[in-house]
């Protein structure tokens, strides 16, 4: 039972409102008199309360209804035992106590009803008036909206775009512009494909909280009661942190998107588990910090809540019973579509296509891909109270609950009409020129989407273009809001269009600028060869660096990018044939032998350097390698001997217990159970193995290979 009006001890009046149906058979000019939009007031004591009311006619002449209360929060809940007789109506609110209904007579010009609303023997005066619906109005101050379009993906040098508007439950505005392929003139449609990036995020929240509806999940119990094995670098955050501050970016972790960006090899279990070696920079709900791995472990939390993956999760509780038929977890899949958008970016105020970026590891923070007449169901279930066509898809009080705002974000407003943001699960939630309005955009190379609600306004909008970065969604959002709601207007496009010309020049600027902070004069303390190796993190994974003709390139998550020497141990990243590290400086390290020893990578700004340590070479854990070095030693007239194990050098000392030689920097081996006594061996010009070097830290001493 839904409670809508005040009790009887403030002389208002109680409504229990149950869904039932009531239908009358009418003639065809009854069906023209009372069909349509009706809205009004029940006038009780002291207050006035808004209705509206709308009644339906088929094509069998069968008369229904139904009834929404704005400030009740009460849509569509229909009515029962309509007549009409004349001008004379009745019907009635199904279920509620005392007998509620309504008795009217609809005025000479057929734009009115009055009478008067009874309930417990009192009696209240309603008049209703016909008007437009409230999607017919929106739609209407829609008109001429798509010309301000083509001239603003001019103005933006924007490739293609496609919008829609939606109004309650009904599309008022759909529509495509430019292209999808530049060169091949396709257009963009209102099915184009286009990938929405973290527009995703709120599609694995709406996941989670169906496991809510269903008792699997509580938000704000610890995550290790549903993931025991989930382990961060603080064990106290290890152990509060729940499934709300993975949704909230609250987990007191910074971004460290170089982990999963370009990564196709791990998987999203292996990324959990690597969560444990990233550090963190502040406490757990301390700080608003972005992040997607937490929402990666959020989808990798439904996985191990249903027993299905994270894409089978969304396509059997959102893409199915929404009916978004096109909607997709892969660009791979896009591309084998008949209608997708291809990716570009701008350089050097020219468009340019780039290469697609499969992110389907992070899937459950920004891979999926759609269309605005699919997205156009997903904004419905939102304004809906979690209903589309009628079923109910999430529980209204968890979807409320995923549009509360859990975590202010610390920003500074960036208009005196916008209010700054906050977080809600998987959404920013704010202020808009006065009205409340949800939003989250999407940004991944070549692609920007944005998708916005105004829930007590009942509108929401999508926007998707084919390109990075792009500002124009944005642009266009707040564009058709001040027409929808009747603002005064503000010329968003002129003042973006200037931000823009500004930011170009800025960029420009620090271009010229970039070699001011370079000492001259300088080069590496090595020659180019000893840089050249494999370096290891036990989170980020394995960074190479290799030699390439006069220099040097580094790979990261099969990402090459050419090096040159910038001054010193740094080198500087060049423009590769995927630029993602373009400018970034690495610092190669030198231990105290004077071997290259690590390498530091800003991957994670908001923290110290990643330190990559560089591993040994691979053909000391090679046998047929290590076999050479088998054999007896001469050390001071004393017989040692280097055995194999494996892939293990063993050092047998008579009388002492074996030793095991750990694969070093510079060729060496360690000592495991020493380890500041080192070996090497020699080798003549031939190859053939001639002593081995023994380093303790008070000198040096070599052992000859005796001939066997």
Not at 3 to 11: A, D, E, G, H, M
Not at 490 to 500: A, H, P, V
């Amino acid at each position: 039972m839904q409670k809508l009006f005040t009790s009887r001890s403030t002389r208002s009046v109680v409504l229990f409102l149950l869904i039932g149906f009531g239908i009358s058979y009418l003639s065809a000019k009854d069906s023209n008199t009372i069909s349509g939009h009706w809205e009004g007031q029940i006038e009780l004591p002291g207050q006035t309360l808004g209705i509206n009311i709308d009644f339906f006619v088929n094509e069998e002449n069968i008369l229904s209804g139904d009834i929404s209360i704005p400030l009740q929060g009460a849509k569509d809940l229909p009515l029962s035992e309509i007549s009409l007789t004349g001008k004379k109506i009745r019907f009635k609110l199904p279920g509620v106590p005392g007998n509620a209904a309504f008795t009217g007579e609809i005025s000479e010009d057929g734009r009115q009803i009055s009478g008067t609303f009874h309930q417990s023997g009192q009696d209240f005066a309603f008049q209703i008036r016909r008007a437009v619906s409230k999607a017919a109005k929106v739609k209407g101050t829609l008109q001429g909206f798509d010309a301000f379009v083509s001239q603003a993906i001019t103005d933006w040098q924007v490739p293609g775009l496609a919008m829609a508007v939606v109004c309650g439950d009904e599309v008022v505005f759909k529509q495509g512009f430019g292209f999808r392929d530049m060169e091949k003139k396709l257009p963009v449609t209102p099915k184009t494909l286009f990938a929405i990036g973290s527009s995703t995020k709120a599609f694995t929240t709406f996941v989670l909280g169906t496991l809510v509806d269903e008792g699997k999940l509580d938000w704000d119990k610890p995550l290790r009661n549903y993931l025991p094995d989930f382990e961060l670098k603080d064990p106290f955050i290890s152990q509060r942190i729940t499934p709300r501050d993975l949704v909230t970016h609250r987990s007191g972790l910074p971004r460290h998107d170089m982990l999963w960006y370009n990564n196709h090899k791990l998987t999203r279990k292996e990324i959990v588990r690597r969560l444990r070696y990233l550090d963190a920079n502040a406490d757990l709900r301390a700080k608003y910090q972005y992040n997607n791995l937490m929402f990666l472990t959020a989808g990798y939390l439904t996985e191990q809540l249903t027993g299905q993956n994270w894409e089978n999760a969304v396509r059997q509780r959102i893409f199915k019973p929404l009916e978004m038929t096109s909607s997709n977890f892969s660009v791979r899949q896009s591309q084998q579509s008949v209608d997708f958008a291809l990716p570009y970016t701008e350089e050097e105020n020219q468009l340019k296509q780039i290469p697609f970026r499969q992110i389907d590891l992070i899937g459950p923070a920004g891979s999926i891909n759609s269309n605005v007449e699919d997205m156009s169901h997903w904004l419905m279930v939102h304004l809906n109270n979690g209903t589309y066509k009628n079923k109910t898809i999430i529980n209204s009080a968890t979807l409320a609950d995923i549009h509360t705002p859990y975590m202010t974000t610390g920003a500074t407003a960036k208009h005196p009409e916008i209010s700054q943001p906050d977080y809600a699960l998987g959404w920013f939630s704010d202020t808009y020129r006065g009205h409340k309005r949800l939003h989250h955009g999407g940004n991944i190379d070549g692609f920007t989407a944005l998708v916005t609600l105004f829930p007590n306004d009942g509108i929401g909008q999508v926007v998707l273009v084919n390109k990075s970065g792009a500002e124009l969604p944005e642009i266009l959002t707040r564009h058709a809001t001040d027409r929808i709601l009747e603002l005064e207007p503000i010329n968003w496009n002129s003042e973006g269009l200037e931000r823009r010309k500004k930011g170009k020049e800025a960029d420009k600027e620090a271009k010229a600028t970039k070699s001011m902070a370079r000492k001259k004069g300088t080069k590496p303390a090595h020659c180019l060869d000893e840089y050249a190796g494999d370096y290891e993190h036990p989170g980020y994974g394995t960074l190479s660096v290799r030699k390439v003709k006069d220099h040097l390139e580094f790979t990261f998550n099969d990402i090459t990018t050419p090096l040159e020497h910038w001054h010193y141990e740094i080198f500087n990243a060049l423009k590769g044939t995927d630029d993602a590290f373009e400018n970034m400086k690495l610092q190669f390290r030198t231990d105290l032998k004077g071997n290259v020893a690590a390498v530091e990578v800003p991957f994670e700004p908001a923290v110290d350097n990643i330190v990559f340590t560089k591993q040994p070479a691979a053909k000391l854990f090679d046998a047929r390698y290590l076999k050479q070095f088998v054999g007896e030693y001469d050390l001071a007239g004393r017989a040692i001997r280097i055995d194999l194990a494996g892939n293990i050098l063993k050092l047998i000392v008579p009388g002492q217990p074996p030793y095991t030689l750990v694969p070093a920097l510079g060729d060496e081996f360690v000592l495991k159970e020493y380890s500041t006594v080192s070996i090497r061996f020699s080798l003549d010009k031939n190859g053939n193995v001639q002593a081995l070097l023994l380093r303790q830290p008070d000198g040096m001493v070599t052992a000859r290979k005796k001939n066997e």
